[in-house]
């Protein structure tokens, strides 16, 4: 990734552009971009399960190998991706990554066509999404800070959550209809064009000025992995987090593959109504995006996330509740407070890293944060399949949220609940 002459200049300390006109521009598409991907995405976050389970009759240990496969990529390459990222042209990668995840889901709908659709295909495209979002993603994390400055990051960061979760609502709502009406299958097409437009707007932005180079270009990969890895593990408050953020992701990942089986057969909801119940996590998110900055500068960063991560546990005890008719609302509050404390933690735990790190190690470091935490992601789920197969859905589901209690407690013991601020 080399530094071009007309690109923008850049603060010494957090690498921001000192051109705001100019900065807020490249913010914008790069928003866009993002968050037309993130509708596709939230569409096949309906489509494929539900694809799984009415299609091809798959059961819960089945169902749960979509998203394992899908966040197995962080286990495989989430530690080189930001070596990954560092080494390799950022806009390019960016693009690459796109057309790879557009590619492989269009496989879907034309496998679905030709009548050769297998359980194995499904999980092979949720593999290869999931290898390229790895990359996409650490890229997109490294990008922000490079045009964003320090103190507006927290709300840049809630911003760019804001527009994450609005997707999830709207996109499980909209792919449960377009299941409905068009089939599972051919509700993916929608994902693909989303990829391939995100693709082209970020071909459209300049290449972002590089950070600084590792120290020595003879550097093998996995010492500069082992750098990464080292700062995280050694910095305190980046590590407790990680460590939150694991157990949350544990939770989240077992959630995706309880809540289909449990909605489509415990609680025989239609698609449609399906992709609204899921689509509720993402209000949940919305609203936290919206008041975390507003959380952060009254009580402070680090309360914030402590009262937070309480809530959130207490909330996910009213989804296993859930019945049919008007008890589906339990569900439904139960998974906008689980989405709500989520981007809370999210959100403020990505800002003091973005804030803390070194540029040079920046993008090291959200590697080796996702890649733990992230990486439990596959865990949680394929836990759930087999205790949904051993309790029934219902059941795994109270021990799901059981667990869930962890994370405020490895935060509640922990050398954050003295302080004011994660700074």
Not at 161 to 177: E, K, L
């Amino acid at each position: 990734m080399s530094r071009t002459a007309e690109g923008p200049t850049q603060d010494a300390a957090s690498g921001a552009t000192q051109d705001p006109a100019k900065g807020a521009s490249l913010f914008w598409r790069f928003w866009t971009a993002t968050t037309i991907s993130g509708v596709g995405d939230a569409v096949t976050t309906v489509a494929l399960p539900l694809l799984a389970v009415s299609v091809l009759h798959a059961s819960s240990f089945e169902v749960s190998l979509l998203p394992a496969a899908q966040y197995a990529a962080w286990i495989a390459i989430g530690l080189p991706a930001g070596v990954i990222v560092q080494r390799l042209p950022l806009r390019g990668t960016q693009v690459a990554m796109d057309v790879i995840r557009a590619v492989a889901v269009l496989s879907v709908p034309v496998a679905a066509l030709l009548g050769v659709l297998h359980l194995a295909q499904l999980v092979a495209v949720a593999l290869v999404v999931g290898l390229a979002t790895v990359v996409f993603d650490v890229g997109n994390s490294t990008f922000l800070p490079s045009i964003v400055s320090k103190e507006e990051l927290t709300a840049r960061n809630s911003l760019t959550s804001g527009s994450a979760a609005a997707t999830q609502m709207g996109g499980p709502a909209a792919g449960g209809v377009l299941v409905q009406l068009c089939g599972a299958a051919v509700s993916l097409v929608f994902d693909a064009v989303s990829y391939l437009v995100s693709a082209v707007l970020l071909r459209s932005l300049p290449r972002p000025a590089a950070p600084k180079p590792p120290r020595t270009t003879r550097e093998s990969t996995l010492a500069l992995i082992k750098e990464g890895w080292h700062f995280v593990v050694r910095h305190k408050v980046i590590r407790l987090c990680a460590a939150a953020a694991t157990l949350v992701n544990f939770t989240l990942g077992a959630l995706m593959a309880l809540i289909p089986v449990f909605l489509v057969r415990t609680l025989d909801a239609p698609a449609s109504l399906v992709g609204i119940l899921i689509a509720t996590e993402g209000l949940g998110s919305f609203i936290g995006a919206a008041v975390t900055t507003t959380l952060a500068n009254r009580f402070g960063s680090a309360r914030t996330i402590l009262y937070s991560t309480l809530a959130g546990a207490c909330a996910a005890l009213l989804m296993p509740l859930a019945g049919s008719g008007w008890s589906l609302l339990l569900f439904a509050l139960g998974n906008v407070g689980v989405g709500a404390a989520a981007v809370v933690l999210s959100v403020l735990a990505r800002t003091h890293r973005q804030t803390v790190t070194p540029p040079e190690l920046l993008p090291r470091v959200m590697a080796t944060v996702r890649f733990v935490s992230w990486g439990a992601v596959p865990v949680g789920a394929l836990t759930a399949g087999i205790a949904g197969t051993l309790l029934g859905s219902r059941g795994a589901l109270w021990l799901i949220v059981a667990v869930g209690f962890l994370t405020p407690l490895s935060m509640w013991t922990s050398s954050i609940r003295s302080r004011r601020d994660l700074d």
